[in-house]
DNA sequence: TTTCTTATCGACATTTTTGTCAGTAGCGCT
DNA sequence: AGCGCTACTGACAAAAATGTCGATAAGAAA
């Protein structure tokens, strides 16, 4: 009547190799089930490993979250950095823009975002400044534009990436409309926005 | 030697008076300390009662949060349905648009939403659509522009103002520039592009 | 004053979540 | 094969969070 429980072998992996497994199942998690399953046995079992090897590789449940963090904020900004802005011309504007939008869906970023933004995390992207710099003098050095307010551009650029990000599939679903509406209009306005402005800078 | 605990008298309030309490001291909660401090014990303390107390006006912490979550909303679209737009001028709709990125900033509204977001339960606030309409009727019907217009419009604007009242004060300061400087550009940003996008419908 | 209702509370019980530890088992090395 | 290292595990312990219950007291009404 017993039922046989057949016992898997133990996977053994090195050690990061393991981290890796862990840390794409605590992500899977938050992105598809939010930020309270993010806990010590969900990750375990998503992972599908037992709690106390999660806790041999990061010590505590908080050294996931930390270790989650930092891997998805420098997967986010090596995708920023990977963006082309050769030419300074509408196409390659709107190309560049385009794939900003989803590089901050794609991968989850907003909702890395504004889980730090919520639980007051924020601290630890302490380098956006300096990466926004860089994306400044290594995208747009040849665009005659001061870097203040190339700054200024990419500081609404990443505003509105984010919110489109987060807000934009669920909002658009609300009103009856495709889910990538809210990322086309914002594109839109963006361009239009922006073409203006330098217009206006210009007079 | 003993320290005299002085007890102090109990507060006994109306039903309604100790619920409006305890969601304002969980809303403080939420939006200071974020969403993980919204157990039962950190809303007991901030509210200044037992935790007994917080059960038996809401029966479970879950129904605390459901009701923080209405509360807020309610709130928030109230807040919506009172912006004026009596004419069709710029200056109309640029105060408009800047009431409307306001009121998501102000009372936290954007914290609300991503907190939603995060945790799917974005599914509550299924009045939006009709809030929408209703805005789209009454503010809109003196201008000539079709309906589904005016809703995309819409859609855009409240997914910006989301970004903006979400990260826009954090990724003002992480480059360096006063607080508001994201919601001052992407305003410009929007008045701009929706002006252009205007004309171009136009012709 | 007395009575009645019920908001409030402290103490306790239950459940959930995290963390510890001693032993097990893969895998490379000799 | 035998050995050493350590990733891995189950069982248990500890801590934290939620929820229950009977008693208490504030305020209204009789």
């Not at 981290?19 to 998503?46: C, F, H, M």
């Not at 009103?175 to 800078?201: C, D, F, I, N, Y």
């Amino acid at each position: 009547m017993s039922i046989r429980k057949s016992k898997q072998p133990r996977i053994r992996r090195t050690p990061e190799e393991s981290r890796a497994n862990i840390l794409s199942s605590a992500e899977r998690l938050l992105t598809e089930q939010g930020p309270q399953t993010l806990r010590l046995a969900d990750v375990a079992k998503e992972a599908g490993v037992a709690n106390a090897t999660v806790l041999h590789h990061f010590g505590t449940i908080d050294g996931v979250h930390t270790a989650l963090m930092e891997r998805m904020i420098a997967e986010l900004v090596e995708k920023v950095m990977a963006i082309e802005l050769t030419e300074d011309t509408e196409v390659s504007r709107a190309q560049a823009l385009t794939t900003l939008f989803e590089a901050f869906e794609q991968k989850q970023a907003s909702k890395l975002a504004a889980w730090l933004e919520l639980t007051h995390q924020a601290g630890r992207l302490t380098n956006v400044r300096q990466v926004v710099r860089d994306v400044t003098r290594t995208k747009f050095h040849h665009q005659n534009v001061p870097e203040d307010v190339v700054e200024d551009v990419m500081l609404v650029c990443i505003t509105l990436a984010l919110g489109v990000g987060l807000f934009g599939q669920t909002l658009s679903e609300m009103l009856g409309k495709p889910p990538s509406r809210a990322k086309e209009m914002a594109l839109s306005v963006l361009m239009l926005g922006l073409r203006q402005l330098e217009a206006e800078r210009k007079s």
